[in-house]
């Protein structure tokens, strides 16, 4: 059965990359990457229930894909950008939990190369409102002891 990251991968066309250039670290400093409910239950899982918030994702709402904002949670943004972006790295990037987006995403894309419908962000913010990650959401909601569906 396709995993969530796979239908990601096929609806994006993204292959997974790493990459340490300001273009890319510049993403880090503006805000975090997103991430599936599945990546967040795992980072929970992994003891970093801190450094997560719940957020209203509006962007789909803008691009008129979505009649409201999308609730999730994500890794919270500080004034320096993602709160796991320490020292010029991703503090995630070793573990193996760096956020679904974060390990798709790279400096190569542009705004004339940008279709809504196929990027990354969307893609992976859709997962929030799939069915199919219910029991997923829900087990965050425990465990966070907040509302999101
Ligand atoms: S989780 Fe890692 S890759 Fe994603 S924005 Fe934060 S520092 Fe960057």
Redesign the pocket.
Same mark, same amino acid.
């Given at each position: 059965m396709e995993t969530t990251f796979q239908r990601i991968i096929r609806r994006t066309g993204r292959k997974p990359v790493s990459c340490k250039c300001r273009e %890319? /670290?510049q /993403? %880090?400093r503006t %805000? #975090? *990457?997103l +991430?599936t409910p599945d990546d967040i239950e795992r980072l929970i899982d992994a003891g970093y229930s801190d450094k997560l918030a719940l957020t209203y994702w509006c962007v789909g709402q803008m691009f008129g894909a979505i009649p409201h904002p999308i609730r999730m949670v994500q890794?919270i943004q500080t004034d320096g +950008? *993602?709160? &796991? &972006?320490?020292d010029g =790295? %991703? !503090? =995630?990037?070793e573990c193996g939990l760096? #956020?679904t !987006? +974060?390990?798709l995403?790279h400096h190569t894309t542009r705004l004339e190369t940008f279709r809504f419908r196929n990027s990354l962000a969307w893609n992976v913010a859709k997962e929030w409102i799939d069915v199919r990650n219910d029991d997923t959401i829900q087990r965050i909601e425990t465990k966070l002891k907040l509302r999101i569906l």
């Open positions: %890319c /670290q /993403q %880090c %805000c #975090p *990457c +991430g890794a +950008g *993602c709160i &796991f &972006f320490r =790295l %991703c !503090e =995630l990037h760096k #956020p !987006e +974060g390990r995403s």
